[in-house]
């Protein structure tokens, strides 16, 4: 069964830069993982990224022109680059598949942002 692992979430202060990586363990089709979600607290997950094909790129208009999403193939990793991140930014970040086919979700990294 495939497994998401996410890493790089951190707590950062408004104005900075985060990158966040993700993997597909167990997963025998190379990228595997083409979307980033974030869940805030209380809210519902919401679409952040999706790199759906190719090089298509698909932004949520909350984050265009300060996150960027990437695909790194020779480590197979789907990348989330975050500059001038904001309070509202803080969530969980995940990675899952685009559009979403029922793969379980993955533990999350936590994105903290605040003075």
């Known amino acids: 069964q495939v497994q998401f692992v996410e890493s790089g979430g951190d707590l950062v202060q408004p104005g900075g830069s985060l990158a966040l990586s993700c993997t597909a363990s167990g997963s025998i089709q190379l990228n595997y993982a083409k979307a980033w979600f974030r869940q805030a607290p209380g809210k519902s997950r919401e679409l952040v990224a999706a790199?759906?094909?190719?090089?298509?790129?698909i932004y949520s208009d909350s984050v265009k022109g300060r996150f960027t999403i990437s695909r790194d193939n020779a480590k197979d990793t789907l990348d989330l680059q975050m500059n001038s991140l904001r309070p509202e930014d803080t969530a969980v970040y995940y990675c899952n598949t685009f559009p979403l086919n029922n793969s379980p979700w993955g533990q999350g990294t936590q994105v903290t942002v605040t003075v």
């Open positions: 790199m759906p094909d190719g090089h298509r790129t």
